[in-house]
């Protein structure tokens, strides 16, 4: 951690408002709510980036929805993905012959995504889609369809909406870019 801990020295800027954000969502439960009408998905939360998106998303979907959460990681504090995932807390839901929806925060290189979809699709669910706020291409390892996006972003590590550094400073209101010199002083740490 920097040991200033004022917002203002980690952040270079402001990528998305909290209005950007709320757009974003109500198009997102738009569509959700056409593509999902008559059935009855589990959203599938990822722990824990995902918390914020997914409690203004699900609102704004009218569908009949049930929801639990999945913690998987494969970054732990670094700001790299280490490509292996492992699952910290499973689901209590029986996922087979479920319509699944998994809600994600981001995807990076896609392995944890990948990893979530094979999963679900293993223990047979009827279908598995995901939905994620942000969409960073420039990292991706591997093929994998992501069906639904909010936005686009550059290769930038971007925090805030329950986008961790470290950790902290999910609790943000906006999404910003993180500045080049907090990563480096977390790098040396
Ligand atoms: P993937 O497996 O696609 O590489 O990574 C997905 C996970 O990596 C996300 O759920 C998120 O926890 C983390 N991640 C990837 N890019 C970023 C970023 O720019 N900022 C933050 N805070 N986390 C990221």
């Known amino acids: 951690m920097p040991k200033n801990d004022n917002i203002d020295n980690i952040i270079d800027h ?22 999902y009408a008559g059935k009855k998905p589990l959203i599938v939360g990822a722990l824990k980036g995902a918390i914020f998106f997914l409690t203004d998303l ?17 970054y732990g504090d670094s700001l790299e993905s280490s490509g292996q995932v492992k699952i910290i807390s499973d689901l ?17 290189t896609g392995l944890t995504l990948k990893f979530m979809k094979e999963l679900l699709k293993k223990r ?32 930038e ?3 805030g909406y329950g986008l961790d550094f ?4 999910r609790n943000l209101r906006y999404i910003g870019v993180l500045k080049p010199e907090a990563i480096k002083l977390a790098a040396n740490k």
Do not use: P, W
């Open 166 to 169: 470290m950790s902290f400073y």
């Open 124 to 155: 047979g669910a009827k279908s598995v889609k995901c939905c994620v706020l942000l969409n960073k291409k420039a990292n991706r390892q591997i093929d994998i369809d992501v069906e639904y996006y909010g936005s686009k972003v550059g290769n």
């Open 14 to 35: 402001k990528l998305f408002t909290e209005q950007d954000i709320h757009n974003m969502c109500v198009k997102l439960g738009k569509q959700l709510t056409e593509d």
């Open 58 to 74: 699900v609102r704004e979907m009218n569908v009949k929805e049930q929801i639990d959460f999945m913690d998987v990681s494969s």
């Open 92 to 108: 209590a839901t029986d996922v087979k012959d479920r319509d699944v929806l998994i809600v994600e925060d981001i995807v990076d």
């Open 157 to 159: 590590f971007v925090v």
